[in-house]
């Protein structure tokens, strides 16, 4: 039980220090970002990914729900978005990236891995599954509309997943060689993203504060909302409902901005929304790691 602000600041500090450490040296000495995020999201998150995957003992049921879960906080978020946008002048589709899609990795992994152990990590990594399939499928047909589908299949992770999976119930067991060095990249994988994610903000230029703030409280109020949810739907309990919660209210996702800007759709409102929501789950996490232990 995580009860008292002592039990914990140990948790969360050490995630935001390292962010603020990747903002801080991005602005002094600008750094390769993109080779940095390349080794990051094909070699260091497919290699976590099947480790940990391979390594679990859950119930696959369970992590179908979790699974499930995590489409469901997306598409949900994306339709209370399309009303509440009818009410707001113009039509600032980009800003459906942000409120949908959330920080399912940089954050949550190393937060869930301090509070719950690694045993709690396969479901993290099931709803960071759903969550990139979301961004590469509905994310990008949203703003570019056509060969979006086809994205996913330049992601790594994907495979390394399918593979996890074929060999963990499979009867060919993966040999020590081959899972030692995996398990290597793994242990570099949760200061990495902490890193680049510090790194990302420090390029984000933050504009139209008001409506970026609206997004950026639908982003928790319609997470917090789904996710519980979801909880109540597979009558998740324990861990699972935990993790659930969790990443369901976790901050706009970096790479929301970066397809934004890629198609021009919204960019600076997007890039704000990131910055705001990130800032602001500074105070929202810990409240968040004190409920679901009350709630759940």
Not at 6 to 12: A, D, F, R
């Amino acid at each position: 039980m995580l009860e008292s602000l002592q039990e914990i600041l140990p948790i969360v500090i050490p995630v935001f220090f390292l962010i603020g450490l990747g903002y801080l040296y991005n602005t002094i000495s600008r750094a390769d970002l993109d080779s940095l995020v390349g080794v990051t999201m094909r070699v260091l998150i497919p290699a976590f990914a099947f480790y940990h995957i391979y390594q679990m003992k859950i119930d696959l049921q369970l992590a179908n729900a979790v699974f499930l879960s995590a489409w469901i906080v997306i598409l949900g978020a994306g339709m209370f978005t399309y009303f509440l946008f009818r009410f707001l002048p113009g039509d600032p589709g980009g800003l459906y990236l942000p409120v949908m899609f959330m920080n399912s990795v940089n954050l949550p992994f190393p937060i869930i891995l301090s509070a719950y152990g690694e045993e709690a990590l396969p479901f993290g990594i099931m709803f960071y599954l759903a969550s990139i399939l979301g961004v590469f499928t509905v994310g990008l047909g949203l703003v570019s509309g056509k060969n979006s589908i086809l994205k996913i299949f330049q992601e790594p992770v994907i495979y390394m997943i399918g593979l996890s999976f074929f060999f963990k119930l499979g009867p060919v067991p993966v040999p020590t060689w081959f899972l030692s060095p995996l398990e290597l990249l793994s242990h570099a994988t949760i200061p990495m993203v902490l890193l680049i994610l510090g790194m990302q903000l420090s390029q984000v230029k933050p504009s139209q504060w008001s409506l970026s703030l609206l997004a950026a409280c639908c982003r928790f109020v319609f997470g917090a909302l789904l996710g519980y949810f979801c909880i109540w739907l597979f009558h998740l309990e324990g861990l699972p409902a935990k993790v659930v919660f969790l990443e369901s209210i976790m901050p706009s996702a970096v790479i929301t901005y970066l397809v934004a800007k890629k198609y021009d759709a919204d960019p600076s409102l997007v890039a704000s929304t990131v910055f705001l929501s990130t800032l602001m789950s500074l105070v929202l996490i810990p409240i968040a790691l004190v409920a679901v232990d009350y709630l759940f």
